[in-house]
Structures are given as C-alpha cells and as structure tokens.
C-alpha cells in the first residue's frame, strides 16, 4: 500500500524473528506524528504480541489487526509485559475510540475498548499524552477506511 507522506511503501521486513513493520501516522491536534510499528495480523502473533520484549522506542510500536473480521469490544491485557504501554483502541476509519494509558506491567487485568474497535495501537507509555492523543483523533493506516 502507498502511504502518503511517508519515506516507503507497504511493509518492510524486520530482522529476523520480528514480525514485519509498516509505517503508521497518528494525527492530533498537536501535529502529525510518525511512527514504524510491527504488524500483528494472525492469531498467534495477536497473542504473543509484546510479551517479554524491551520498551519501544518513541517512534516505534505494534499495531493489531483482525482482517475479515468485523469491529467489536477489544479487551487487551499486560500479562509478560515487563514495561507500560499506551493502548490505542481504533475504528474501521482510523479514529481513535479510546485510550488506556500507562498501563500496568505484568497485570492480567483486561483493558476493554470504550466502544466497537477495528485495531489496537500499542506504544510506550506517556507517548500518548505527549501527542495530545485523544478519541477521535486518527491514526492513519492502509488498513483503516479502506
């Protein structure tokens, strides 16, 4: 897919044993922020997704995608996460639909979505509010408002 404003087209393969990464925008009030994320797209890389791994970067992340599948309630959990995460729940068209902020390592807890969610942005803890990311905001993506 090409991605307007960004330095590449479609995915990029990671290094080895790392899931592929694409680009990813998330666009809020305070501007336009880029980031390459890991692709979760089947089952078992949805499960596994972050466990046991080290602490993003500013501009990395890992986005989680349910092709054919239509949006629902999405409840994530930290279990074997040994660092926070922002957990961005986001519609077919790339709005955002709720935010779980610093969420708690190692909790099994589950983090639902405030309403139908479409994918699931993950990113280090904090980065959400230093983008002033809110609901509603967009996160652009080939996937959503396809």
Do not use: Q
Request: proline residues 10%; aromatic residues 8%; without cysteine.
């Amino acid at each position: 897919y090409a991605l307007a404003g960004f330095p590449w087209e479609g995915k990029v393969p990671g290094p080895v044993g790392v899931l592929p990464r694409a680009p990813l925008a998330v666009v809020t009030a305070a501007g336009r922020f880029d980031f390459v994320v890991e692709v979760a797209d089947e089952e078992a890389e949805r499960a596994r997704g972050l466990m046991f791994r080290p602490e993003l970067g500013e501009a990395e992340g890992m986005l989680f995608l349910w092709p054919g599948e239509r949006p629902r309630v999405r409840r994530f959990w930290m279990k074997n996460m040994p660092s926070s995460l922002d957990i961005i729940y986001v519609d077919e068209a790339g709005k955002i639909v709720s935010i779980a902020p610093r969420t708690e390592p190692g909790s099994e807890e589950l983090i639902p979505s405030e309403g139908p969610a479409h994918g699931v942005l993950e990113l280090r803890a904090g980065r959400a509010a230093e983008m002033s990311a809110a609901p509603g905001d967009l996160v652009v993506h080939p996937y959503f408002g396809e």
